[in-house]
């Protein structure tokens, strides 16, 4: 399976990699059944969002550099950028989406929460209930796919009643939802950081950019956040580093300076402030 790179010069698979015999209208969307041991030794990256639901299941699957137990009657979700790899033991079932952009975005609001809240809880418990609603589901969407007047409007409503179902169970972990719903700059201000914390590292553009002032700002995150809006903006810094580290063979001078960093050692100092390991010495751990 070859990889592409992004501008970013991040290894990245994309959807059409991973298609196979799976004829139909849709070149957005990949459905397969998961059986049996699977490994993903290397972490790499997709291009698309994945929707794992687990039946009977165990192992470990790692999303940014967070080890998850894989257990029964469980959602994974993993979106673009992600780096991720699991250790899947034998007797596994399940089903998998690969969804592309495009057609996420088509449903997408369905989710309901911050993409962010997802991001920090990517794995969710089920109900027996909810499981059996989401199975049917992925089992239609097969169908549906297979069929030979395959409708794209009938798997984007099913896959937009998946998406609300994960959101039913979702708000049961989600124990700081509230804080996205009632303070919406929050959010916005996690998806401003996402843009554009390559080029920007200061509390103030990021303010600005909100019509607030960046003391507000940082005040609005350690009321609801329990950390400061400097800190947010060092946490995506480092998870980014990270990804490069693990996920390319760029040396860590190349990795500071796509990530913004004019200075090499400026960078490799401030990894080990932030994580307590040289840039290097993550590197070289399994």
């Known amino acids: 399976m070859s990889a592409k790179k992004t501008d970013h010069n ?63 009657k469980e959602i994974h979700l993993l979106f673009p950028g992600q780096v991720h790899k699991w250790n899947i033991e034998p007797g596994t079932t399940g089903y998998q989406l690969m969804i592309g952009r495009d057609f996420f975005e088509s449903f997408s609001s ?8 997802y991001h920090n ?8 209930e909810s499981y059996n609603l989401l199975q049917y589901e992925f ?32 708000a049961k972990i989600f124990i700081d939802h509230d804080i996205y719903q009632t303070e919406t ?20 553009f990021y303010a600005s950019k909100l019509h607030i002032s960046a003391n507000y700002l940082n005040i609005l995150c350690k009321k609801h956040l329990k950390i400061s809006a400097t800190e947010l903006i060092q946490q995506r810094i480092i998870l980014e580093s990270k990804r490069h580290l693990k996920a390319t063979t760029l040396s860590v001078k190349e990795i500071a300076f796509e990530l913004g960093f004019v200075d ?8 080990k402030n932030q994580t307590g390991i040289t840039p290097t010495n993550f590197r070289e751990q399994l």
């Open 264 to 271: 090499h050692a400026y960078f490799s100092n401030f990894f």
């Open 110 to 117: 369905s989710f309901r929460f911050s993409f962010a809240q």
């Open 10 to 72: 991040i290894p990245l698979l994309g959807l059409q990699e991973f298609r196979t015999n799976q004829d139909s209208d849709s070149d957005q969307l990949i459905f397969n059944e998961l059986h049996g041991e699977r490994h993903i030794h290397k972490p790499h990256q997709h291009d698309f969002f994945i929707i794992v639901l687990f039946d009977e299941a165990k192992g470990v699957h790692n999303i940014d550099f967070i080890d998850y137990k894989i257990g029964n």
């Open 121 to 128: 809880h990517p794995v969710i418990q089920l109900s027996q």
């Open 185 to 204: 700059r929050i959010a916005k201000f996690h998806e401003l950081i996402d843009v554009h914390f390559r080029e920007e590292k200061l509390v103030s």
């Open 139 to 170: 089992l239609a969407i097969k169908t549906e796919l297979e069929s030979a007047d395959c409708l794209q409007e009938l798997i984007s409503s099913r896959t937009a009643v998946l998406a609300s179902i994960i959101s039913k169970e979702a």
